[in-house]
């Protein structure tokens, strides 16, 4: 049987608004194809991925950013955005990955719940690959990935219609201090930790994306055709 197909699109390290307005255009892609065709197509969305280019603070649907927070954190140099994810306050910023997939489940066979447990498996998967045996993910309500009390991938997720949209953020060689001005996700008396602070060594956002890549191949059961070739 022949797997879906996601189209790949790598974009470096970008402005956060850059990459919602990439997000918004493909949403719209895939909720104007007739709901048919949705169910009969091989290509299941795109799976974007970058690097954060300056300082973000964003807010979920559940808030957890008050005006005064709000103005506090911009004065610190970081924009700050309310997003249609789940969630709570996080941060994204240089040396994360950030990984939105754009996806129609239908396509692929998934539900949401399954959907995020896969995201979690992916960023599991990059942790042992690592070297990073402890990674793991807790049991529902809590999502992400954690090494020991310390949370190293957060995940959000938008689902409308049976399409995905936002994803996941795994610290590289994230600057950590920049969590210190928000409860991170709303979990008080937990940390956040990254790569290089687990390794003792600078792992850059290249060095983990052809292994999250192979890793999301595998969960997801699909191809990944880039945008100028189709490996």
């Not at 022949?2 to 699109?9: G, M, T």
């Not at 194809?33 to 969305?45: K, V």
């Not at 938008?158 to 928000?182: K, V």
């Not at 969960?219 to 055709?225: A, F, P, Q, S």
Request: charged share 20%.
């Amino acid at each position: 049987m022949r797997q879906p197909a996601v189209r790949l699109v790598r974009l470096s390290r970008i402005p956060y608004t850059e990459l919602l307005a990439l997000q918004e255009r493909w949403l719209r892609r895939l909720q104007a194809e007739p709901s048919t065709e949705a169910l009969s197509g091989t290509e299941a969305g795109a799976l974007l991925l970058c690097e954060p280019a300056g300082p973000v603070y964003t807010s979920g649907l559940r808030g957890g950013l008050t005006p005064e927070e709000t103005a506090r954190l911009r004065a610190l140099g970081a924009e700050v955005r309310t997003t249609g994810r789940g969630g709570l306050a996080t941060f994204h910023g240089p040396g994360q990955l950030l990984c939105h997939p754009v996806l129609d489940l239908r396509r692929l066979g998934l539900r949401l719940r399954t959907h995020v447990a896969a995201l979690e498996a992916c960023a599991v998967r990059l942790c042992e690959c690592q070297g990073l045996s402890g990674a793991r993910a807790r049991p529902p309500p809590y999502t992400g990935v954690w090494l020991g009390e310390r949370k190293v991938c957060a995940i959000g997720i938008r689902c409308g219609r049976h399409i995905t949209s936002h994803g996941l953020a795994l610290n590289c060689s994230t600057d950590l201090l920049w969590f210190d001005h928000i409860v991170p996700c709303g979990l008080v008396g937990t940390g956040v930790t990254s790569l290089s602070e687990e390794l003792q060594r600078h792992v850059t956002v290249d060095e983990v994306i052809p292994p999250f890549l192979e890793a999301f191949k595998e969960t997801y059961k699909c191809t990944l055709i880039s945008e100028d070739s189709s490996n």
